[in-house]
């Protein structure tokens, strides 16, 4: 069973950063493309950014770029967001997901918390 599990949630000052960590579980992710998504209050769940896991190739959402940073470690079958110059606009839970698009498989994990204080 596949699991993905969040961490590196919380609090921090407009302008500060944060990193979030995806530890993935359950299965080889060689041919997934792994990808943040966040929901802030009242609003739909939106696309962040993504990778690909075997080749690196990433995709941002223009909001995020320049500021957000997708990466992954393969040894530890592990995807990071690393946040910077963040923005009270940014809170949301964030969420990560693993996609394959020819089985096709769509897993979500359990969200962590980003609150960015004005």
């Known amino acids: 069973q596949v699991q993905l599990v969040e961490s590196g949630g919380g609090l921090v000052q407009a302008g500060g950063s944060l990193r979030l960590s995806c530890a993935a579980s359950?299965?080889?992710?060689?041919?997934?493309?792994m990808g943040w998504f966040r929901q802030g209050p009242g609003k739909e769940r939106e696309f962040v950014a993504s990778?690909?896991?075997?080749?690196?190739?990433?995709n941002y959402a223009d909001f995020v770029k320049g500021r957000f940073t997708i990466s992954r470690d393969n040894a530890k079958n592990t995807l990071y967001l690393q946040m910077n110059s963040l923005k009270p606009e940014d809170t949301a839970v964030y969420y990560c997901?693993?996609?394959?698009?020819?089985?096709?498989?769509?897993?979500w994990g359990q969200g962590t918390q980003v609150t960015v204080s004005s």
């Open positions: 359950g299965r080889p992710f060689s041919n997934y493309g």
């Open positions: 990778i690909n896991w075997s080749s690196g190739s990433t």
């Open positions: 997901n693993a996609r394959n698009a020819i089985i096709p498989a769509n897993y």
